[in-house]
């Protein structure tokens, strides 16, 4: 049960971030929302790569006989995370933007385009 | 020079990959080069995509392993799975590549002079070489998480050149926000399914992952999670709303790019259920899925578009409208997969219809962007309601704009009726009433041309454009290769089909030449 | 080289098309120039016939995009109203949608078997 535990989290994660982006009505709030989400995927990465008891993947001053995890799901997720900052960055500036041109962060209100 | 060959998938995406840096700097000495280089740039990749199609066509896939001794090692010192990332280009492959090579060649060319009037310019170039490489990238790997990679790349681009005249308008800030909320969605969705995939095989090659895909539960949630998210960014309806509003506030040049990016997309929708999947899933089922996905872009698609008033979102609502047709075309070869009959007798041919498709769409739907672009360069308006007698002054644009809607409204001889065609003729026989919807919406979109060619073309001079005149040389240069392009596929279907399309078809139908040109046993 | 595109029904060809098409309209322009020659220039038959009603003014005689097909929408409008309200431009309805078609598609996909 207890091993569960991180996939019940990404599950709250992402299904926190999804009930943001479908009913928060304001741009940084879906903002969060994305990065929500985005946290949620990461850990569910990092957690495919989790070993009981080993170290960290570095040869030099392991001890004999350690086990070691696999670094992939970690490459995969700092890669992500770096993505995941730059996507926030711009999500972030643009809603600047437009709070500059429409002076308002509803999404009722930032609706010009539409039909 | 066989050596330069070798390393060809990696010099198409790497030289527009450094030359995105440079711009900058050669926008410091000079402000005029920054145009100049990027079209080099694009240039040398669309000669070497042209190299590499070449040899694909004639030798088989190509592999590119990076980090390897020499690249076509996938299997170093006797593994049994591939460990490096790898490129794994085949004929559906480098037929994409084509397309994103042309497109975004034109699109440079294009931008010389319609972006002449606006400011930072070296972030723009930089942005499009970028988009570019993204496509590429997407088009041309074949690692799934490095897919999601270049997935982001694409998206964060074309997010920051939608809203490039953010600064001084809301609405391209408004549309930029949108595709880069739901594509961060997709993307993320992409991203779980690569972590499902990883935990259950620990791979991430396609092929690896292909070869060893059993359809478990959690394979069924992984499709269930690309299937949908990969259909939005290609604009399939009910999730497409945010192709209008994307492609009508980014520059048309851009908007031509968008256009074969949302195809990239498109492609790897069909890589995951073709080469990923194949048989093993249920192909009726997803097979129905995408058909629906098309009858409903195609047909919900045109008739908003007859209702539009400005002239990008009208031709944006027929970018869905015609990525249904594609849709159609091989929903209904993956309907038939596991029935080689039925396959053999219809299915190929719907498929290579809807393939062919994909590239057509690109070239008229471009050559549409960029009338539309320069009406907006000459009018300065994309209202329908304020044009008129635009033929008066704009003769080559007119004439650009009639063989671009002739094409697409599916008119013989242009390209789009040789692909309406197949598809029509080969999906008849696996359901007839498909094939009557699929008459209908091209008849609708002739008559919503119709009406953009009346109100933007004919009728009396308007007394506001009595000074506009037609457009710089550098758009009518892209305006006229791209319908040279429609004009000659429009007059050899046969050549393009025979040489292009039917081997990027069977790429995708035959999963074993995919796997094995990584894995070996061949 | 006449281009035989095969369709699994039958073959499309675009250079006999154009043939024909050059054919049948050469045909055409020569029965057209056997006409009657009673057209004069800068006479009655240069002016627009409305019915009998005066012309307007050149530029006031051009129609705008939002009138053509008016009867088009206008008959299909219980069609078009939910449709375009569809479309409302909210973002929030944007993920909707997205998520909503994800979870049917893992329904269906999960269901088939």
């Known amino acids: 049960m207890i091993d569960n535990f991180p996939f019940i989290a990404v599950i709250i994660f992402v299904g926190l971030g ?71 960055a711009l999500i972030l500036s643009i809603a600047m933007m437009i709070y500059k041109h429409y002076s308002t962060l509803d999404t009722e209100q930032v609706r010009r385009l539409r039909g | 020079m066989n050596n330069l060959l070798n390393h060809a998938p990696i010099l198409i995406v790497a030289i527009p990959l450094l030359a995105a840096f440079l711009i900058p700097i050669v926008g410091k000495v000079n402000k005029k ?55 794994e280009v085949d004929a559906m492959g480098i037929f994409m590549g084509l397309i994103t090579a042309i497109v975004s060649f034109l699109g440079a060319i294009y931008s010389l002079t319609f972006m002449g009037k606006y400011d930072g310019l070296d972030k723009y170039y930089s942005l499009l070489l970028l988009l570019t490489v993204g496509m590429f990238g997407m088009e041309f790997t074949g690692d799934i998480f490095n897919f999601f990679v270049f997935l982001e790349i694409a998206s964060i681009a074309s997010v920051a050149l939608i809203s490039f005249r953010g600064t001084d308008l809301g609405e391209p800030a408004e549309a930029g926000f949108k595709y880069m909320v739901v594509s961060s969605i997709s993307a993320l969705m992409v991203l779980f399914a690569v972590g499902i995939f990883y935990g259950q095989y620990d791979l991430l090659n396609f092929a690896a992952i292909a070869s060893v895909i059993k359809y478990s539960q959690l394979d069924k949630i992984a499709l269930g999670l690309l299937v949908p998210v990969l259909a939005m960014k290609a604009g399939a309806v009910p999730m497409h709303m945010w192709t209008p509003d994307a492609y009508s506030e980014a520059p048309a040049p851009i908007t031509m790019i968008l256009v074969a990016a949302s195809q990239a997309s498109l492609y790897a929708l069909f890589r995951v259920t073709f080469s990923l999947y194949n048989i093993s899933l249920s192909t009726l089922t997803v097979g129905w899925v995408i058909i629906i996905f098309g009858l409903l872009s195609m047909f919900i698609g045109v008739t908003m578009a007859i209702i539009q008033k400005d002239i990008k979102r009208l031709m944006a609502y027929h970018a869905i409208s015609q990525t249904g047709y594609m849709l159609l075309g091989v929903g209904v070869g993956l309907a038939v997969l596991a029935n080689p009959a039925a396959l053999q007798k219809y299915g190929i041919t719907a498929m290579e219809g809807g393939i062919f498709h994909i590239m057509n769409h690109a070239m008229y739907k471009g050559l549409l962007f960029l009338t539309a672009g320069a009406l907006f360069y000459r009018t300065g308006t994309r209202d329908l309601n304020k044009m008129g007698g635009l033929a008066h002054s704009m003769k080559y644009t007119t004439i650009f704009f009639i063989i671009g809607a002739a094409a697409i409204a599916g008119l013989p001889p242009f390209n789009g009726f040789a692909s309406k065609l197949l598809i029509y003729e080969s999906v008849y026989r696996f359901n007839p009433l498909l094939s009557i919807i699929a008459m209908v919406v091209s008849i609708l979109t002739l008559a919503s041309f119709v009406k953009v060619f009346h109100s933007a073309f004919l009728g009396p001079k308007l007394p506001q454009f009595k000074e506009a005149k037609e457009v710089p040389r550098s758009m009518i240069f892209a305006m006229a290769a791209l319908s040279c392009i429609i004009i000659f596929f429009g007059l050899f279907p046969n050549l393009i089909v025979k ?16 796997t094995g040109t990584v894995l070996g046993g061949m | 080289m006449l281009g035989l595109l095969e369709t699994g029904s039958g073959f499309w060809s675009a250079i006999i098309w154009v043939v024909v098409v050059l054919v049948i309209s ?25 019915s009998g009603n005066p012309e307007l003014s050149k530029e006031g005689s051009h129609i705008a995009a939002s009138h053509i097909y008016w009867g088009f929408t206008e008959a299909l409008k219980d069609y078009y109203n939910p449709l375009v309200k569809i479309h409302t431009g909210n973002i929030n309805d944007y993920s909707g949608w997205i998520i909503i078609i994800t979870i049917i598609i893992l329904i269906l996909v999960g269901v088939s078997g």
């Open chain 2, 33 to 87: 080069a920054e145009g100049i280089t990027t079209t080099f740039a694009l240039g040398i990749s669309l000669a070497l995509t042209i190299i590499l199609a070449i040899k694909i066509l004639s030798v088989g896939p190509q592999v590119y392993v990076f980090g390897a001794k020499s690249p076509s090692l996938t299997l170093p010192s006797g593994l049994k799975f591939p460990i490096r990332i790898m490129f």
């Open chain 3, 26 to 50: 050469s045909i055409v322009i020569y029965i057209r120039n056997k006409g009657e020659e009673s057209y004069k220039k800068n006479t009655e038959q240069d002016k627009p016939f409305i």
């Open chain 2, 499 to 514: 040489n292009l399309v039917h081997p990027a078809v069977m790429s995708l139908i035959e999963q074993f030449k995919y």
């Open chain 1, 18 to 88: 999804i009930y943001t982006l479908m009913f928060k009505k304001n741009l940084i709030k879906i903002a969060i929302g994305v990065c929500l989400i985005e946290n949620g995927v990461n850990l569910f990465l990092i957690t495919l790569g989790y070993k009981k008891g080993a170290v960290a993947p570095i040869y030099t001053q392991v001890p004999s006989g350690q086990s070691m995890v696999l670094p992939t799901p970690q490459a995969l997720t700092l890669t992500s995370i770096v993505i995941g900052i730059a996507t926030t």
